[in-house]
């Protein structure tokens, strides 16, 4: 069985890292080069970076930052944002990125996610997926959560799979930044209809949340960010937590 991985998250507005709720009200939380040093000392699995707004003001992401990041980094590193081509991954590889992630580019280009695996290696491909429970049905989100598209969510998470994507991220909307708890029913459906793995984000607010999103569904990894950034949680004390319930962790 796979070991549960702790997944520290970096989300960068111009060069800072920065946490709202529900995708909204952004504050500063740091140096992203100092809370990468933080999470590698601390035993984090993995770090993933995700230049928020860089799809919305149509640029690429940060690349002298995500290799300022990358050399303070053993643990794999995962990168997002603007990533809309071969080239622009062949950079971000290059800087020092172990995986990236895309999300509003392959919704409006699935066949990208093919090209990238077929170039690249599906275990370097992960498909990020914004989810909002709109009416009665979980719908895909792009542009940084701002449009709504027609995709039902683990309908879209199925065809990502299929075109190559070697994991899925997948962050509530609802539960954004709320510490409220993983939104264990569509981590649940999500992750019981694909076979490659899938992250759960967005809400974590208790160690009692990483132990129910394990237990309850079939997540591989746990994704926070405002919890590590603002030392709410600490990752050694939620790794011996875990352990204690009998959830193996790395």
Known sequence: MLKKRIIPCLDIKDGCTVKGVNFEDLKNAGD????????????????????????????????????????????????????????????????????????????????LISDLANEFGSQCIVVAIDTRWVG????????????????????????AENFGAGEILLTSMDGDGTKNGFDLR???????????????????GTVEDFVQVFNETKATGALAASIFHFNEISIPDLKQQLKTQKIEVR
């Open 136 to 159: 009665d049905v979980d719908l895909v989100h792009i542009n940084g959560g701002r449009k709504a598209t027609e995709l039902t969510t683990v309908e879209w998470a199925r065809q």
């Open 186 to 204: 569509i981590t649940k459906l999500v992750s019981e209809n694909v076979s490659i793995p899938v992250i759960a984000s967005g809400g974590a």
């Open 32 to 111: 992203p080069v100092e809370l990468a040093k933080k999470y590698e000392q601390e035993g984090a699995d993995e770090l993933v970076f995700l230049d928020i707004t860089a799809t919305l003001e149509d640029r690429k992401t940060f690349v002298e930052l995500v290799r300022d990041i990358a050399k303070e980094l053993s643990i794999p590193f995962t990168v997002g944002g603007g990533i809309s081509s071969i080239e622009d991954v062949r950079k971000l590889l290059e800087a020092g990125a172990d995986k990236i992630s895309i999300n509003s580019s392959a919704v409006k280009n699935p066949k």
